[in-house]
């Protein structure tokens, strides 16, 4: 049984630093690509960043774009997210996925597998 459990989540203030945890377990994940989403309250679930697992190769939405990275570790299942220089719209749960590397484009994986979320709030 696959599992994404996310971690880091918390309440800080505009322009500070947080840093996103999230554990993949049950399978092996060398053929997939590692995504970061959120959602923010009334709005549509986003994009936030992604990255293949076999590569390293990465991308990001245009809104986080020089402000978060996404990393992996080695020998590791695990992805995280820095976001830096955070803002009040930054404001969301933030949802780990993992999907198949079927496609080149980052942006159009199909993801099959999500975690349950951590709630990050950045106060002005």
């Known amino acids: 049984q696959v599992q994404l459990v996310e971690s880091g989540g918390g309440l800080v203030q505009a322009g500070d630093s947080l840093r996103l945890s999230c554990v993949a377990s049950g399978r092996a994940f060398s053929g997939y690509v590692m995504g970061w989403f959120r959602q923010a309250p009334g709005k549509e679930r986003e994009f936030v960043a992604a990255m293949r697992w076999s590569d390293f190769g990465t991308r990001y939405a245009d809104s986080v774009k020089g402000r978060f990275t996404i990393s992996r570790a080695n020998g590791q299942n695990a992805v995280f997210l820095q976001m830096s220089s955070l803002k009040p719209e930054d404001t969301a749960v933030y949802y780990c996925?993992?999907?198949?590397?079927?496609?080149?484009?980052?942006?159009?994986?199909?993801?099959?597998?999500w975690g349950q979320g951590t709630q990050v709030t950045v106060s002005s």
């Open positions: 996925a993992a999907g198949l590397s079927t496609v080149s484009d980052l942006t159009r994986i199909a993801y099959d597998y």
